[in-house]
């Protein structure tokens, strides 16, 4: 069974970099699409990034060109690199997986995307 546990959160000023990681200890089935979501104080979820089994990327347009999600398929492993931080990327981020049948993509993600730890959380200050 998927049980993902994120690791990497913390505060920084906006500019910087942070790397989140999410241990997958292997996929049930149907969970072929996995990634992170995100969500603010009074926001809803939000789908940041993901990756399929092919290892296909897509990103909410709010980080494109910033963030990278990336798999380590030796340590069963999810990673976010998040660079040029901005204060609206401050959320709890969660690594999330979903049946990719219909398709992998941050949107999805964000949609049915079930989460499994207690997320991470990111702070970035101006």
């Known amino acids: 069974q998927v049980q993902p546990v994120e690791s990497g959160g913390g505060s920084v000023q906006a500019g910087g970099s942070l790397r989140l990681s999410c241990p997958i200890s292997g996929f049930t089935g149907s969970d072929d699409c996995m990634g992170w979501i995100r969500q603010a104080p009074g926001k809803g979820r939000e789908g940041v990034a993901s990756?399929?089994?092919?290892?296909?990327?897509d990103y909410g347009y709010f980080v494109r060109g910033r963030f990278i999600i990336s798999r380590d398929n030796n340590k069963n492993t999810l990673y976010l690199q998040m660079d040029s931080l901005k204060p609206e990327d401050s959320a709890m981020y969660y690594c999330?997986?979903?049946?990719?049948?219909?398709?992998?993509?941050?949107?999805?993600?964000?949609?049915?995307?079930?989460?499994w730890g207690q997320g991470t959380q990111i702070t970035v200050s101006s």
């Open positions: 990756i399929d089994r092919n290892s296909k990327t």
């Open positions: 999330a997986t979903t049946a990719g049948t219909f398709g992998c993509s941050s949107g999805r993600l964000g949609i049915y995307g079930r989460t």
